[in-house]
T-cell receptor, first 115, second 114 residues
Framework: DAGVTQSPTHLIKTRGQHVTLRCSPI?????VSWYQQVLGQGPQFIFQ???????GRGNFPDRFSARQFPNYSSELNVNALLLGDSALYLC??????????????FGEGSRLTVL | RKEVEQDPGPFNVPEGATVAFNCTYS??????FFWYRQDCRKEPKLLMS???SGNEDGRFTAQLNRASQYISLLIRDSKLSDSATYLC???????????????FGTGTRLQVFP
């Protein structure tokens, strides 16, 4: 069975540019979350979407936005990139918000480098 | 104060050793607790949930002390393959297992040497 898939796996951008990261959850999972992991730190929550609606937002600026599509895949968009946005962006899916066991299934991440 | 704090690490231990990781959380309303494992340059994966009564899974034992807001993970008979970063994760949502509110600690790195 396919796990959570993310694309691209690696990308390099320059300051001020925009980036779109994509995620496909495990089949049957309706909840998708996005996390940012800076080197040496734990994952930090950015967004959660369930049934195409935003269910939670972490402490990130408005430059960060996301959406979920009818097939439950998701996109994370970051505008006006800063050097500090360089990180591993992890997408995670779970069965159903409110019914799951608390386990998140992570993709391998998209490693963003901003120069 | 961080919502979830862990031992700084790294922990360097020989094979066969017993090692313990500690974690404290600040939100007394937290309902569920987990340990995730993250290998170098890989994604985090659930190691085990932590229950109030404590729970064991093979060489791994997790304990929860709600009064002290403290979670621990004990690894017995360490293997080379246990080398990884161990992330303490707390769910601050009162609805218990909702994955909206998972807060990750910074992680503690374990290196097991021959």
């Amino acid at each position: 069975d396919a796990g959570v898939t993310q694309s691209p796996t690696h990308l390099i951008k320059t300051r001020g540019q925009h980036v779109t990261l994509r995620c496909s959850p495990i089949s049957g999972h309706k909840s998708v979350s996005w996390y940012q992991q800076v080197l040496g730190q734990g994952p930090q929550f950015i967004f959660q979407y369930y049934e195409k609606e935003e269910r939670g937002r972490g402490n990130f600026p408005d430059r960060f936005s996301a959406r979920q599509f009818p097939n439950y895949s998701s996109e994370l968009n970051v505008n006006a990139l800063l050097l500090g946005d360089s990180a591993l962006y992890l997408c995670a899916s779970s069965y159903t918000s409110g019914r799951d066991t608390g386990e998140l299934f992570f993709g391998e991440g998209s490693r963003l480098t901003v120069l | 104060r961080k919502e979830v704090e862990q031992d700084p690490g790294p922990f360097n231990v020989p094979e066969g050793a017993t090692v313990a990781f500690n974690c404290t959380y600040s939100n007394s309303a937290s309902q569920s607790f987990f340990w995730y494992r993250q290998d170098c340059r890989k994604e985090p994966k659930l190691l085990m949930s932590v229950y109030s009564s404590g729970n064991e899974d093979g060489r791994f034992t997790a304990q929860l002390n709600r009064a002290s807001q403290y979670i621990s993970l004990l690894i017995r008979d360490s293997k080379l393959s246990d080398s990884a970063t161990y992330l303490c994760v707390v769910n601050t949502d009162p609805r218990s297992y909702n994955t909206d509110k998972l807060i990750f600690g910074t992680g503690t790195r374990l290196q097991v040497f021959p």
